[in-house]
Structures are given as C-alpha cells and as structure tokens.
C-alpha cells in the first residue's frame, strides 16, 4: 500500500481513537516514519475529523525535543493522514510491559524530566495534553523520550474553539485528574501534572494501570518497595485530589524530579 502517492507501508503498529498508525517508508527519502490515518468510518463524524485536523496542524507548528514532530499531512483516498517520527522502541508501556525486573528509578527519572519539558512547552501554547499515559510516551532511541497523540488536547487560544461537550469521555481513567473526570471541559496544565504522576507511580511500581483513586492511595516502603522514598512524596504531590495542592507548573514538577533522581543516585 501507498499512502499519498508517497509512504509506503511496511507494518500496522498500532491502532488509537481516531485512526490507525503504520510504520511506513518516505520513498522520495527512504527515511522510515509512522503515519496516523483517520478511520474511515470516522471520517464522517465532523467533530472527530476536526481533532484530528487540528491534531496534525498544532504538532507541526510545535518544536521541541520532548514533543514527536509531524513531517507531513495529506490525503489517503478521501481520508486524512499525518507522518510523524518514527519511534525505533515503541512505547514506554511497552518498556514497563516487557522487562522482568523493576526499571531503574534514574532511567524513569530521565524520561520524566524529558516530558515534562516537553509539557511545559505545550503548556507556555496554552495547550493541555488531557491523555498523558505511557502509552502516549515514545521511546524514539535510547534514552531519549517524546509525547505524542495529542487528539483529544484542550487548546486555549483563539486558533481553536474546544470541541468538547458534557458527557464526553476523554483521557485514560488512572491517568486522569479527578477534575477532568467530572467534566473534560475542566482539564487543566495541572490535570497534565496527574498524570504525570500517575505516569511516575506506573513506571517505577511495574503495575500496568494505576488505580482510579490514585490519590487516596498510601505509597510507603512497605507496600510499594520499588518506589524511592523522594519519587513517593512526589507521585503523592502531583496526584494530589485538589489541583491547587499539585504542582504549580510542568517545570516545578522538572525541579522537584531532578532533585530526587539526585538524591537516588546518591
């Protein structure tokens, strides 16, 4: 199969809530991407086809190590497709999901601090991710870590209206801040820094999902062994019920994770 006249299909990776990803080959570069494209019974529900538009036009405006860039959006038979980086080792579920052995807390560490550069530049758009899970979290080589999927993003600025209504659900029950349960309309940068709290506790305690109420939960040496004691009190903060006993910003959340990983690797 060619998409666009242009990418060539080499493997289905994946499918999302609003298309499926392939890994493809540009033939005019030979360079390998992965390219999202719109389900096609999708296509015609107008609300659906507008995110995923406004999807591939804000990631193409943004530049940033910690944000996976789009190269490309065009046309598959009568349905839309972006062309993004593609990520040589999948997903950071994947690497929690596959391993044996608890991750090492300085590597989790790195990838933290990587994405919450990258949220702190979506955030300075006024842009807020609403589904920041490892799933969405991108191993594009060794030690270097990229959010991607930004299709259900609130985008608060006059280029974009929120498409959002009452009753919708979107974000990832475990990963979503109690506010934006209630109503997704709520969501804010610091529902982003639940989850990356969320993202934290998954990563380093090895369970695949984190419970609905992340933030009743008692993390202590006792019963989560694999978490050090710095990165508890900071899974504790950033899940906080209340946003304003989170942290106040993707950065300050940076700070108190460099500290920590300092602290660890002491």
């Not at 360079?31 to 086809?49: C, G, H, P, Q």
């Not at 920041?132 to 991607?148: C, Q, T, Y």
């Not at 610091?190 to 109420?213: H, K, N, R, W």
């Amino acid at each position: 199969m060619l998409f666009g006249g242009r990418y060539a299909c080499r493997a289905h990776i994946g499918s999302g809530g609003a298309g499926d990803v392939y890994e493809v080959e540009d033939t005019r570069t030979g360079v390998v991407r992965a390219l999202k494209l719109l389900y096609e019974t999708r296509f015609s529900v107008n609300v659906v086809r507008q995110r995923f538009f406004d999807e591939a036009r804000m990631m193409a405006k943004m530049e940033h190590p910690g944000v996976v860039p789009v190269y490309d959006v065009a046309m598959h038979r009568d349905r839309p497709f972006f062309v993004m980086e593609f990520a040589k080792l999948g997903t950071v579920q994947s690497w929690a999901g596959t391993t044996n052995e608890p991750l090492n807390p300085l590597s989790v560490g790195r990838m933290v601090l990587q994405i919450l550069d990258g949220l702190a530049y979506a955030h300075d758009w006024r842009i807020v991710h609403r589904d920041v899970k490892p799933d969405n979290i991108l191993i594009v080589e060794e030690g270097r870590f990229k959010l991607a999927d930004f299709g259900v993003a609130k985008y608060d600025n006059d280029a974009r209206v929120d498409l959002t209504s009452t009753g919708d659900h979107l974000g990832t029950l475990g990963f979503m801040a109690p506010e934006q349960r209630i109503d997704p309309r709520n969501a804010t940068a610091l529902s982003d820094i639940y989850g990356m709290g969320a993202v934290l506790f998954t990563t380093l305690s090895l369970v695949p999902q984190p419970p609905t109420e992340l933030y009743r939960m008692e993390i202590t040496p006792e019963s989560h062994p694999l978490i050090p004691d710095k990165f508890a009190e900071i899974i504790r903060r950033a899940t906080s019920a209340r946003p304003s006993d989170r942290y106040r910003s993707a950065r300050e959340m940076r700070e108190a994770v460099q500290w920590a990983a300092v602290t660890v690797e002491s």
